[in-house]
């Protein structure tokens, strides 16, 4: 199966919380990380977390971890039209070199 | 934070040229960057790591002498899809990190259009 595992799609209306999963195998990331990609545009890193970390929230975005479970999510609250964009989630060890999901995309409604 | 600038956006050209694409870190040094390619709806493949001063390193399946690597100074990068044909037409993304982040920062990507 696929290193790094996220559902392909997720629509919510505006105002509410979107929350995207991933699950990812490897026992020994360091590093897990959010991007985020608009359409015709690169990656565009949202957030990161150490393995060693429960939880991280910045502003709208809040990450949570659970290693024992190899599960990350991301909460983007208080979701606007502007939020809809592929996610991508990904890990690292320690070279930094992502491995990244498929990317769920998040659509938006009004 | 860092920024690595990526050109051009956009390329149409005709089956049979070659295409030359760059990927330049703009305020920090770069020893390594990646080279991806992203299908529609799809993840991105890693297609090679461009090593500044020596051979880049591709990935299984990924045709050397179809898509050269040049590294030739700590912030720059260059990929070139030699002797294009329609199925190269694809999404190419470049990537760097700044020794200072946890992270890879991307360039803004290239639409490769082979007609």
């Known amino acids: 199966g696929e290193d790094v595992e996220q559902s392909l799609f997720l629509s919510v209306r505006e105002g509410d919380s979107s929350v995207i999963n991933c699950t990812y195998t490897?026992?020994?990331?360091?590093?897990l990380y959010w991007y985020k990609q608009e359409p015709g545009a690169g990656l565009q890193l949202l957030t990161y977390i150490f393995s060693n970390m429960d939880m991280k929230q910045d502003q709208r975005l809040t990450v949570l971890l659970n290693k024992k479970d190899k599960h990350l999510s991301l909460r983007i609250a208080d979701t606007q039209t502007g939020d809809s964009a592929i996610y991508f989630c990904a890990e690292s060890g320690g070279s930094y070199i992502p491995t990244f999901g498929r990317g769920t995309s998040l659509i938006v409604h009004p | 934070g860092a920024v690595v600038s990526q050109h051009p956006s956009r390329v149409i050209c005709k089956s049979g040229t070659s295409v030359k694409i760059e990927c330049r870190s703009l305020d920090f040094q770069a020893t390594t960057m990646f080279w991806y390619r992203q299908f529609p709806k799809q993840s991105l493949m890693l297609m090679a790591t461009?090593?500044?001063?020596?051979?880049?390193?591709?990935e299984q399946g990924v045709e050397k002498d179809k898509f050269l690597i040049n590294h030739a100074s700590l912030t720059l990068s260059t990929l070139t899809v030699t002797s294009a044909h329609p199925e190269d037409s694809s999404f190419y993304i470049c990537?760097?990190?700044?020794?200072?982040?946890?992270?890879?920062?991307f360039g803004s990507g290239t639409r490769l259009t082979v007609v």
């Open positions: 490897d026992s020994s990331s360091t590093y």
């Open positions: 990537s760097a990190r700044d020794p200072g982040d946890y992270g890879y920062t």
């Open positions: 461009s090593n500044e001063g020596s051979k880049a390193t591709y």
